[in-house]
């Protein structure tokens, strides 16, 4: 896209807004209360607010490669604490999509440069998951897999958080294992079972408050 074409089409926003309700910008300006918090990838390619029809004010987003949540990455555990704590949102939403590049390489043995730190997460889920993977003879169906073992690693890595250990026993905060196929546009409940898969490890990461 070119970049002055941006501004160009930011007016034509602004007026189409403004037409269909004088009032928009002044209630978008009041506040937003969110009951989601969406934690994404941030393919291009992959648009949080648009895949689930939402608007502004609906979805607190926060994206980055391969839709990670890694607990040295101060970025996400800010974002997770802000949205938990002071947005009070009843959902964390980890959502992974098919043909991710992030995946792809952590898959492969190429030198990244600075993105090697980052894509060692991904590689740690594969090796958690190896006996599954490496069971897995197509080379399609077993980087499927690994996208969709990602998103659930994701997810318990959201659990493990203090904030939500609190939210989820003071007001029933949940959290939700989704896929985005690119292919048809439908977004995909993992339906995880985390009770079952965090049942041998709960005691470690509990955090009494």
Not at 133 to 149: C, G, S, W
Not at 164 to 175: D, F, L, N, P, Y
Not at 181 to 191: E, V
Request: glycine fraction near 6%.
């Amino acid at each position: 896209m070119d970049i002055k074409k941006v501004f160009e089409n930011n007016k034509d926003w602004i007026a189409n807004q403004l037409e269909k309700d004088p009032k928009y910008f002044d209630e978008l300006a009041a506040g937003q209360s969110p009951e989601i918090l969406y934690i994404g990838c941030s393919d291009s390619r992959v648009t949080a607010e648009e895949v689930m029809g939402a608007g502004p004010g609906d979805i607190f987003v926060h994206r980055n490669i391969a839709n990670m949540v890694a607990n040295t990455d101060l970025n996400t555990m800010s974002v997770i604490n802000y949205a938990v704590q002071h947005l009070k949102v009843k959902h964390v939403v980890v959502c992974g999509h098919t043909n991710c590049g992030g995946i792809k390489a952590a898959m492969q043995h190429t030198d990244m440069g600075i993105l090697n730190p980052w894509l060692r997460n991904v590689r740690d889920v594969y090796r958690i998951h190896r006996e599954e993977l490496d069971a897995i003879e197509d080379e399609t169906k077993r980087y499927d897999r690994l996208v969709e073992l990602n998103v659930q690693e994701q997810c318990i890595n959201v659990i493990k958080t203090a904030e939500v250990q609190k939210a989820a026993a003071e007001r029933g905060i949940t959290v939700h294992g989704w896929i985005f196929d690119l292919h048809t546009g439908k977004l995909i409940d993992l339906n995880i079972d985390f009770e079952k898969i965090t049942e041998d490890i709960v005691n470690i990461y509990r955090i009494k408050h």
